[in-house]
């Protein structure tokens, strides 16, 4: 008898401890960046039968099993991955996740994850956290997310693009004539811009705008500044009430050289011009062409696209970061520095774009604080500690208990 309560209670006391423990580990990283807490459950172990149940038999009624428990075990100590509270920090490589995705990070050998989104820049531009880990993503403006995860890279300051002309977009009005005529030629009309080559090169050219004998039509030409052959003059085409019906050739083209990509096709928009017995003042109102500039600043957006702003106005996605989700967070396991790996409980990471199948969206410029919660792990504590004492007295007792049955003999 002695020794079932002495052996229950020191099951008690080391359970109880072990559990102390936990709590006490909460509460130390009470304000660890995306810490998760844990929680200790209990369980009875095997119970000694002194006697066996019976059933109902002849109008005596059943007996109930006797039985004595032989303490209690801890049953798990599991990871609650609630959402921590996000906190602004400003700073623009910081990332929080709003959800159930983690981060990929790697080694260079292996893959882990992490809730931690404090990042920053190493000295060749690749995002790392606090322990060289580097993020993972897909690099480049592609949306194959089925190819090879790479490191993620802001080339700040390093990185030089430019940008062909593809498309020019015109706005403004051609004389009618008659009513408001130019002081010039009422019937021609050139305006000079500019536009772009594969390797950034400024090319001048002349449009100009003609009315043809045809009522409600002009024709269009294009020339070169260095006279460089152009092809694609055409005829525009006006509703009896002035507005773009309709343009006979709506490219133009020619040959750039200077090694860059030959020829250089451009669309024409033409939509937005007006013909009214107005001076014609014809501009352009877009062109998507741009002069060579470097990476000056970059954002992270909500869907973890990375977008880069450069000197030239550009702006162009550089990486997509990548994130993970397992169909049993739980099962990760702790591997320390605020990583996680994968176990055979928690399933093979689901690798894919945030917001997608509960990965969580990505707020940048902020961190998900801890998720301990310092009421309930002081209630705990307090809660453990009484049972705690409260198995020492067991022992006390039976300690007494033990003493009393040996002076029997005096």
Do not use: C
């Amino acid at each position: 008898m002695m020794l079932r309560s002495l052996s229950t209670a020191v099951s008690g006391l080391r359970n109880h401890q072990t559990k102390l423990d936990v709590v006490g580990n909460n509460i130390a990283n009470v304000n660890t960046v995306s810490y998760k807490s844990g929680v200790t459950r209990f369980q009875d172990i095997f119970s000694q039968t002194l006697r066996g149940a019976t059933a109902p038999l002849e109008g005596r009624g059943g007996v109930n099993p006797m039985q004595i428990g032989l303490g209690m075990e801890i049953s798990s100590i599991d990871t609650v991955h609630t959402q921590g509270a996000i906190t602004s920090t400003g700073r623009e490589t910081d990332l929080a996740i709003e959800g159930r995705g983690f981060f990929v990070v790697s080694d260079g050998q292996q893959n882990y994850y992490t809730r931690d989104g404090s990042f920053v820049r190493d000295s060749s531009g690749v995002l790392v956290n606090a322990n060289g880990l580097k993020l993972m993503g897909w690099v480049g403006e592609t949306t194959d997310i089925s190819q090879p995860l790479g490191f993620v890279h802001i080339p700040l300051g390093e990185e030089m693009i430019a940008s062909s002309t593809k498309n020019i977009g015109f706005s403004g009005n051609l004389n009618a004539g008659g009513l408001a005529p130019d002081p010039a030629d009422p019937y021609q009309y050139q305006y000079d811009t500019y536009v772009y080559d594969s390797l950034g090169n400024r090319h001048a050219v002349t449009f100009t705008f003609e009315k043809a004998a045809t009522d409600n039509q002009w024709n269009y030409s294009i020339t070169h500044s260095e006279g460089l052959t152009v092809t694609g003059n055409g005829t525009i085409t006006f509703t009896p009430e002035g507005r773009f019906d309709n343009v006979t050739t709506d490219t133009f083209s020619f040959n750039p050289g200077t090694g860059a990509v030959n020829p250089l096709d451009i669309k024409l928009d033409f939509s937005s011009l007006t013909q009214l017995a107005f001076s014609s003042n014809v501009i352009v109102r877009e062109q998507d062409g741009f002069a060579p500039g470097e990476l000056a600043s970059f954002n992270i957006e909500s869907s973890g696209v990375i977008t880069g702003t450069y000197t030239n106005g550009m702006v162009r996605q550089i990486a997509q970061l990548a994130m993970a989700a397992f169909a049993n967070p739980q099962g990760l396991f702790k591997m320390g520095a605020n990583l996680y790996d994968v176990s055979s409980n928690s399933g093979d990471p689901r690798i894919g774009l945030p917001g997608t199948e509960g990965r969580g969206m990505i707020q940048s410029r902020a961190l998900e604080m801890s998720n301990v919660d310092l009421a309930f792990e002081f209630t705990e504590m307090i809660t453990t500690s009484r049972a705690f004492q409260a198995n020492t007295r067991v022992i006390s007792t039976s300690d007494e208990v033990l003493l009393e049955l040996i002076n029997i003999k005096r």
